[in-house]
């Protein structure tokens, strides 16, 4: 099983003057790890369905093409996504997208779902650990799928999806939602215990329900699908990103100023908001939003651990860590959840910092960063190094962006909205 870097990297680089404040509104849209999985859920529904609000990541492209490569018609519409899979015909998906992202193994519980048969290759996507697909696997087979491996390919068929127990050993959010999709139209009750609560989940949950699907209980441990014939359309708004909400808000607190983020549920971001607030920033909540306002002089946040929802996001851990690397006092950090998740330490150190990595811990010891020349080797870590160079005096470069522009569209757009000196070139 292999985690490959993204193909079509460019020599583009962001240029960017930092030590500037940022000011006003910025707006966040669907979060892209809802909408991966609910492109994939799409595949299952025989008739049109439209996701709005919805961003033109590297991600989500490469996940309509694969879409496309089974027959299904796709495209980006009025700021959102229309799919139509009425003609899905195909059951292999195409090796180099699918080793581009990880996501492209939802594709799994769909196909399987739809056609009774499913041949993908091993899926890419960000280098942050080993990211096995057993529990995704465990959990269809124990719907009564058979698998089959030959080289970088895995094949899986069955007669019919059969409803079950199945009980994953940790919450994976990828093998919930893989499962939620292959018990959908399954025969019978499945009953999914030690399930992710994440938010995208309960979006899935949504989702399929506003089809005609039922499933209950996401956002909790323990899952409940009772199996369907068939799914209908529907135009469908995912939660906003919190990831990218939170991406925002740790970026103002650390360069300063005032920011209004739009389109988030302050629930969602809940565990940022309190190490934000420990670090000096101030945060209002209010529905649909938070704003932050930071003077831009922070303390060390301390202790932050990485956990599943809803605790401190393993997908925040990077850019909390430019935050800690650049404030006052010590701060440990914990990463739980991925084991190779400190590829930005290296970058964040040539900008002057004081980290120390023992196996999945780091202590950072801040101090003030100088600019340097900076290589994203993933995507957040990517973000976490643009929010370094935002806040740090002088001009620092990023390269490494396709990346960052996985998960992130126009960042740097989004970025000089608000009054940031970066450009892409
Ligand atoms: C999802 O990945 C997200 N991706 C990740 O976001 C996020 O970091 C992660 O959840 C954790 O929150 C999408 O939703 C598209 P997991 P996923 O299965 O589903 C182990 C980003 O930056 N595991 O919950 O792949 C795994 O190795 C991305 O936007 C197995 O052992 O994460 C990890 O240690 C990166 N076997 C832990 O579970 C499996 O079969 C949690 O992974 C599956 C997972």
């Known amino acids: 099983m292999r985690n490959r870097i993204p193909s079509g990297e460019t020599n583009e680089k962001y240029i960017i ?19 991966l999985p609910l492109i994939a859920c799409s595949v299952m529904v025989n008739d049109e369905v439209f996701l709005s609000d919805c961003e033109r990541t590297s991600d989500a492209e490469n996940m309509l093409d694969i879409v496309r490569g089974l027959g299904g018609k796709c495209h980006f519409d009025n700021g959102g996504i229309c ?33 009774h048969r499913a041949d993908i290759c091993y899926p890419g996507g960000c280098d942050i650990g080993l990211r096995p697909i057993d529990l995704h696997l465990t959990g269809l087979s124990s719907l009564g799928v058979k698998f089959t491996s030959e080289g970088e390919r895995i094949a899986g068929e069955c007669t019919e999806l059969k409803g079950r127990e199945v009980t ?28 992710a609560a994440e938010p995208e989940i309960i979006d899935l949950q949504r989702f399929i329900n506003m089809c005609g699907g039922k499933v209950s209980g996401a956002g909790t441990g323990r899952i409940c699908v009772d199996g369907v014939n068939s799914l209908h359309g529907c135009s469908f708004a995912p939660s906003g990103d919190r990831i990218a ?105 040539k900008m002057g910092a004081d980290i120390t990595v023992c196996g999945r811990a780091a202590t950072v010891r801040g101090r003030k ?19 370094a160079a935002l806040s740090a005096d002088g001009t620092s470069t990023v390269s490494g962006l396709s990346h960052i522009d996985r998960g992130y569209y126009k960042l740097d757009e989004r970025f000089r909205a608000l009054g940031a000196d970066i450009i892409r070139m």
């Open 168 to 195: 994953l050993p940790l919450p994976s959010v990828g093998a919930t939602e893989n499962i939620i999709m292959a018990a959908t139209m399954a025969e019978g009750r499945t009953v999914i215990r030690g399930a």
């Open 369 to 387: 960063l100088h600019p340097a020349d900076l290589v994203a080797e993933d995507l957040r870590g990517g973000a976490a190094l643009v929010l």
């Open 17 to 35: 003057s930092g030590g500037r404040k940022l000011n006003g509104e910025v707006r966040i849209m669907s979060a892209k790890n809802s909408l």
């Open 245 to 349: 909400a939170g991406t925002f808000m740790i970026g103002c607190a650390m360069c300063g100023g005032d920011v209004d983020i739009i389109g988030v549920d302050a629930a969602h971001v809940v565990s940022v908001t309190g190490l934000l607030r420990a670090a000096g920033a101030e945060i209002t909540e209010r529905i649909g939003g938070v704003r932050v306002k930071s003077s831009g002089n922070l303390r060390a946040p301390g202790r932050i651990e990485t956990k599943p929802y809803p605790g401190f996001p393993t997908d925040l851990q990077a850019p909390m860590t430019a935050l800690a690397a650049s404030a006052k006092g010590t701060s440990y950090i914990i990463e739980n959840l991925f084991e190779n998740r400190f590829r930005h330490i290296p970058q964040l150190l």
């Open 83 to 115: 799919l139509d899979c009425r003609h899905i015909n195909g059951h292999k998906t195409n090796a180099e997208l699918t080793g581009k992202l990880r996501s492209s193994v939802f594709i799994l519980g769909p196909l399987l779902s739809r056609m």
